[in-house]
């Protein structure tokens, strides 16, 4: 596999190397995917003292894990107040609470485990980018606290200059005192390390190349060696194949997110831009998201374009056009240096919700988390382990999530370039 040039590769802490799958073993639940998804399933199994082996096709975290902007934020891509009307008060109660909850999760197990990821706890911003999408984010809020008890603060457009510094957000912001900042590259080496700890096998360098069924076990294959298990959980979410679950590939629809990073920055200069150091995303659907590092540096993402991913990882134009986006964002970084530039994949389903769940052949699945798979996932794997353990079943707000194919799911590219010209024409009338 490609080598990922991204600013989390290069600081990363020091990693275990892990050997290839050679050979035919038996395991009690192989893991197939070694982001998040998998290692937070393979790590409440190993701590539960349940066999577990791991199979990466290139390196622990070499996926969307190891390359987002280790933003971990609260909700989901559609509003509580939308969730509620369409699954209801409790569900929705429950998918709120679910989306603080995976934060604190993540807390936890970094604290117990001595994990060394630059945990950040200075909340996170919603930027409006126009003045009605300030009154959007004044009804969720008013929505969140009225109905479920939920906190967050209103930063009104006298305020803004507090919290940002930019020509284009000055409509105002929702503040979420729950969302933090974290290396998400070194937290997967952590979780790594852990299952190490517990007895979890892992194999890097190991693509599943097949996946069937055989009366009441599961044989995995590799180029090299095969597994045979009582269960298996796809963890692959946005690089999925369809060789290994077809009809699950088909139910997501996989899209680049591209990420850079300035050089080191003078401490006055990120001061000025924000000052406050949250995390930040904007309202857009072609949303634009960002936050400091650790090394004063400016890390900048976004959605540049949903069409053709061929090589999207390394189309130059891509990252240049981010950068142009960063200086309309921040105009006295236009002279910065670009130190750092990768692109990571994340998956869509239809509804824009994640899923937790079984298929009909009783494989377990985790994927769709929609951009908030950093923090959802690791709480996803927590639900898949102990429903494997039969300690707790699959949420019921979960469970009724319906995970349905794609139509025309082969006209990918097409499809992806007609929602392009769709969110982007949303983003100019909305």
């Given at each position: 596999m490609n080598k990922v040039s991204s600013y989390w590769e290069a600081t990363k802490n020091t990693k275990s190397s892990y050997p290839k799958l050679e050979g035919n073993f038996d395991s009690e639940v192989v893991v197939i995917g070694g982001g998040f998804s998998g290692l937070s399933t393979a790590y409440f199994l190993s701590k539960k003292g349940i066999k577990v082996t791991l199979l990466e096709q290139s390196s622990?975290?070499?996926?969307?894990?190891?390359?987002?902007?280790?933003?971990?934020?609260?909700?989901?891509?559609?509003?509580?107040?939308?969730?509620?009307?369409?699954?209801?008060?409790?569900?929705a109660k429950q998918l709120l609470d679910f989306s603080k909850d995976c934060i604190k999760l993540i807390d936890q197990i970094v604290k117990e485990e001595?994990?060394?990821?630059?945990?950040?706890?200075?909340?996170?911003?919603?930027?409006?980018?126009?003045?009605?999408?300030?009154e959007d984010l004044k009804n969720e809020q008013e929505?969140?606290?009225?109905?479920?008890?939920?906190?967050?603060?209103?930063?009104?457009p006298s305020d803004m200059n507090n919290e940002i510094n930019s020509p284009i957000y000055k409509y105002g912001a929702?503040?979420?005192?729950?969302?933090?900042?974290?290396?998400?590259?070194?937290?997967?080496?952590?979780?790594?390390?852990?299952?190490?700890?517990?007895?979890?096998?892992?194999?890097?360098?190991s693509k599943v190349v097949s996946l069937t069924k055989n009366k009441d076990e599961y044989v995995v294959k590799t180029n090299e060696g095969q597994i045979i298990s009582k269960n298996v959980v796809i963890a692959t979410n946005g690089y999925s194949t369809s060789n290994v679950h077809k009809d699950l590939t088909k139910t997501m629809m996989s899209i680049d997110s591209h990420v850079i990073t300035?050089?080191?920055?003078?401490?006055?200069?990120?001061?000025?831009?924000?000052p406050t150091n949250r995390v930040a995303s904007d309202t857009k659907n072609f949303l634009y998201y960002f936050r400091k590092t650790t090394d004063n540096r400016l890390l900048f993402g976004g959605r540049v374009s949903f069409g053709n991913r061929k090589d999207s990882q390394n189309k130059l134009e891509l990252y240049e056009e981010l950068r142009k986006n960063m200086v309309k964002v921040f105009p006295?970084?236009?002279n910065a240096d670009i130190d750092y530039k990768w692109a990571g994949t994340t998956a869509f389903p239809m509804d824009f919700m994640p899923h937790v769940g079984k298929t009909r052949e009783?494989?377990?699945?985790?994927?769709?988390?929609?951009?908030?798979?950093?923090?959802?996932?690791?709480?996803?794997?927590k639900i898949i382990s102990d429903s494997i353990?039969?300690?707790?079943?699959?949420?019921?707000?979960l469970n009724n999530l319906k995970l349905t194919k794609i139509p025309f799911h082969n006209q990918q590219n097409t499809l992806l370039s007609l929602a392009e010209n769709y969110m982007k024409f949303k983003d100019i009338i909305s």
């Open positions: 622990i975290g070499w996926g969307a894990s190891g390359r987002n902007a280790g933003m971990l934020t609260t909700g989901y891509k559609n509003s509580i107040a939308s969730l509620s009307k369409k699954h209801g008060k409790n569900n001595n994990i060394d990821c630059s945990l950040n706890y200075n909340g996170g911003l919603k930027l409006a980018f126009k003045k009605q999408h300030f929505y969140m606290y009225d109905n479920f008890n939920y906190e967050t603060k209103l930063i009104y929702l503040l979420d005192s729950n969302s933090f900042s974290f290396h998400p590259l070194n937290y997967a080496i952590g979780l790594s390390n852990s299952i190490d700890k517990y007895g979890g096998i892992i194999y890097e360098n300035t050089e080191k920055l003078e401490n006055n200069t990120l001061d000025q831009i924000l006295n970084l236009r009783g494989v377990y699945y985790l994927l769709g988390y929609c951009g908030h798979g950093a923090a959802m996932s690791t709480f996803f794997g353990s039969k300690e707790i079943n699959i949420p019921d707000s």
